[in-house]
Nanobody, 123 residues
């Protein structure tokens, strides 16, 4: 019954914006994060948010452009992506920690993962 479902991906021109959503069910989310994986590359950290939403952390490559937020009443996390660049092209994965509020940047510290949503930034 544990499930994370991402949505909002698609094709966008450089400089454009997208908002990704991740809806969770079947478990307590605690801290949540976003990771991404480009073709032929390792999965990398993008952003994370604490259980309360009061603390966030971002990869240097997206600081100032991406914003992570959450709505605990809906058990949903969002990633607002602005000023998108071609190098942002990747499959974006939502992840949730099962037992901690801390917004870790480490993939190994997340317990649940979504199926991913494709983001393509191209002219």
């Amino acid at each position: 019954q544990v499930q994370l479902v991402e949505s909002g991906g698609g094709l966008v021109q450089p400089g454009g914006s997208l908002r990704l959503s991740c809806s969770a069910s079947g478990f307590s989310t605690y801290a949540m994060g976003w990771f991404r994986q480009a073709p032929g590359k390792e999965r990398e950290f993008v952003a994370a948010i604490s259980w309360s939403g009061g603390r966030t952390t971002y990869a240097d490559s997206v600081k100032g452009r991406f914003t992570i937020s959450r709505d605990n009443a809906k058990n949903t996390v969002y990633l607002q992506m602005n000023s998108l660049k071609p190098e942002d092209t990747a499959v974006y994965y939502c992840a949730a920690r099962g037992r901690s509020w801390y917004p870790s940047q480490e993939e190994s510290e997340y317990d649940y993962w979504g199926q991913g949503t494709q983001v393509t930034v191209s002219s």
